[in-house]
């Protein structure tokens, strides 16, 4: 159906974000402000204690901090509740008081169709779910009490049986009334290539269905009972309501349990999904009998920001894990992630939640690991690394593997995080010279740098802030927990800053939303007592708010310049391995090495570094020792 123009804009004119994300969340109304339009909850995508989802009625947008989930009304509807776009903009517009545009002819036509296939495969279910009180179906029942199924998780599950016979099923439907032509369109027959009477798909098999985020029945998977069938797992075929690689089996009472806090587990099969289900984990879902495709992830994380990949240990179950890694390297980033539970060898879900109950299964949850782990794995396990040739291949096959991932933090997270384990694989173990005094500036400082050994300048060296860096993001923060006044002036550049540091990540969230957590409170007292921020030109006595924005604007500009000039040599080392000639790798290579040169620590009183720091120092500790630090109270 096509919109008229405005109408959307009408809806959210007439109807604030607030009040339909209200009916899923409960405001913190010490952090909101109501008058404003300014509202903050705990997030519904993921569990969180604190209040971190920001609503915003004037924009009509939200966003929350923890996983990066946003959007607008429509698409909190779509994610969060999984209605489909036409369908959301219908609620939404009744609440509004607005009337749906007409339909054309030809959306109608769809959209009846469409009612009519679901009219099909629900009728379908039902006549499925008696066959399996039958005694044709002794067998299956048989199965089913022998895998733990009783009689209330064949209701819950809607568990059916369809019966050897060939047009049982269709005659069925065609004695409810229902065309044959819908019948096979609808995936429950299927006419023989050579023509003929139409036959029923599913033969001798125990029946799944399969309901999309809405509940309605679009498909079903069926288990062969027959050892010889040539499938033991079949899916009905692709129709206008199902596409398997576009859906999960349990997608709708998973995001209902992960909404309440349950984690997303991905299981491998139906069986797997009811066992999870049944031992506490309603956050269970499967794929549709193939490999995870990208629209599948992309579901995922609709529904949690970290879903839980739990295969079964065995040599399929670990293929299953690597074609994964290389499928969501390219679409991970905030907010978008995986872990992986491998489970003990030759156990699925079921076998071990039955052998040792689900204390077993929650502790391996919980021991997750993160995708790099998996990455890292893969490309080390069971080889030796005894030559530079050898060490050099692993470096190119990681940097092939991060260069990736779009995100340019999370890319430059991975390549420190490779670096270490490198670092730890290869038998260094890096001596630090500690600091006390003067210590670390002048010919002492040098000396103790050069007694360190240091790690291979690498295609993957990591995206990580260098000294200068480091003061100049401090000092930034710094001033603005100083002169909170300035804050919503430069509101926006603070957003793109990336802190690496938990505590002073914290502490930029409390500086755009007004907090106080105690993490922003530690990050805040460290860089008090940082003596080095006396080195950087920002830290200085100002008497008015517009010497200190202006500071803030120069030192904001230089970070952006450092983190372009950090990101992208690296980024595109990584990217051209492989197919530059050697004269342009080693070109890249002497340009990294110089730039570590100039950026070595004994550098920084360069440049912008060379004020007096003892003066510097003493007008910083002035300054604080005022309390000017301290926040406004609130009003």
């Known amino acids: 159906m096509s919109l008229p123009p405005g109408f959307l804009d009408e809806i959210r004119n007439r109807v604030p974000i607030s009040r339909v994300i209200g009916k899923k969340v409960t405001w913190d109304l010490r952090k909101s402000n109501q008058a404003r339009g300014d509202w903050w909850a705990p997030c519904p995508f993921h569990q969180e204690k604190s209040a971190s989802f920001h609503c915003d009625d004037q924009k009509g ?28 903009v219908k609620m939404l517009a009744a609440e509004a008081g607005l009337t749906m545009p007409e339909p054309d002819p030809r959306m109608r036509e769809r959209t009846d169709r469409r009612s009519q296939l679901l009219e099909v495969t629900e009728t379908a279910s039902r006549w499925f779910r008696l066959q399996l009180q039958t005694g044709a179906a002794a067998e299956a029942r048989a199965y089913l009490d022998r895998r733990g199924l009783d009689a209330a998780a064949l209701e819950r599950f809607e568990i059916g049986f369809a019966p050897d016979q060939r047009t049982a099923l269709t005659t069925a439907l065609r004695d409810k009334g229902f065309a044959e032509e819908q019948i096979i369109e609808a995936g ?111 579901l995922m994380w609709r529904v949690s920001p970290e879903p839980v990949i739990a295969l079964d240990g065995d040599a399929a179950g670990q293929r299953a894990a690597q074609r994964l890694i290389d499928l969501a390297l390219p679409l991970t980033g905030p907010g978008q992630a995986l872990r992986f539970v491998i489970l003990p060898a030759g156990q699925d879900p079921d076998d071990l939640i039955k052998a040792a109950g689900p ?9 997750a690991r993160p995708m790099l782990d998996l990455l890292w794995a893969r490309e080390t396990q069971g080889q030796v690394f005894d030559s530079p040739e050898r060490k050099a291949a692993l470096d190119r096959r990681l940097g092939e593997a991060i260069a990736r991932i779009p995100d340019e933090r999370t890319r430059a997270l991975y390549a420190e995080d490779i670096r270490r384990k490198q670092w730890d694989l290869f038998g260094g173990a890096r001596r630090t010279t500690p600091r006390s ?70 502490l930029l969230h409390d500086l755009l939303t007004r907090g106080d957590s105690p993490a922003g409170r530690r990050g805040l007292e ?13 830290v200085i006595e100002q008497k008015d708010d517009e010497a ?14 450092a983190r372009a000039t950090h990101h992208e040599l690296p980024r595109a080392e990584s990217e051209i391995q492989g197919e530059a000639d050697e004269g342009l790798t080693w070109r890249l290579n002497q340009i990294n090495r110089a730039r570590h040169r100039a950026e070595r620590p004994e550098m920084e009183t360069s440049g912008d570094m060379n004020e007096d720091s003892d003066a510097l120092s003493a007008q910083l500790s002035d300054w604080l020792s005022g309390q000017i630090w301290r926040k406004p109270p609130r009003r």
Request: aromatic share 6%; charged share 25%.
């Open 61 to 88: 947008f939200y966003y929350c901090f923890g996983c990066q989930a946003k959007g607008d009304a429509i698409g909190f509807l779509r994610d969060h509740d999984g209605m489909e776009f036409m369908d959301a």
């Open 188 to 298: 429950m027959s299927a006419r023989p290539d050579g023509g003929g009477a139409a036959y029923d798909r599913f033969r001798g098999r125990i029946v799944f269905p399969i309901r999309d985020g809405q509940g309605r029945c679009i498909g079903f998977g069926g288990r062969a009972m027959d050892p010889n069938a040539r499938a033991k797992y079949l899916n009905s075929p692709e129709t206008p309501l199902f596409d398997k690689g576009r859906n999960l089996y349990n997608l709708g009472p998973a995001r209902s349990a992960v909404s309440k806090g349950a984690p997303l587990v991905v299981a491998e099969g139906y069986m797997d999904v009811i066992a999870l289900v049944r031992a506490g984990f309603g956050g269970a879902v499967a794929p549709l009998g193939t490999a995870i495709t990208e629209e599948q992830l992309r």
């Open 437 to 506: 005094g003067a210590a670390g500036r002048g010919p002492a400082r040098r000396q103790g740098a050069s007694m360190a050994p240091q790690a291979p300048i690498t295609a993957i060296a990591p995206n990580v802030p260098d000294r200068g860096d480091d003061l100049m993001e401090g000092a930034a923060l710094l001033i603005c927990a100083l002169r909170p006044s300035v804050v919503a002036r430069i509101e926006a550049r603070l957003e793109r800053l990336l802190p690496p540091d938990p505590d002073r990540a914290a």
């Open 359 to 367: 204390g077993a299964m929650g502790a391996l949850l919980d021991k």
């Open 526 to 538: 460290t860089l008090r007592r940082n003596a080095h921020l006396g080195l950087t030109p920002a």
């Open 548 to 561: 200190a924005l202006l500071i803030l604007l120069d030192l904001l500009d230089k970070l952006e310049v």
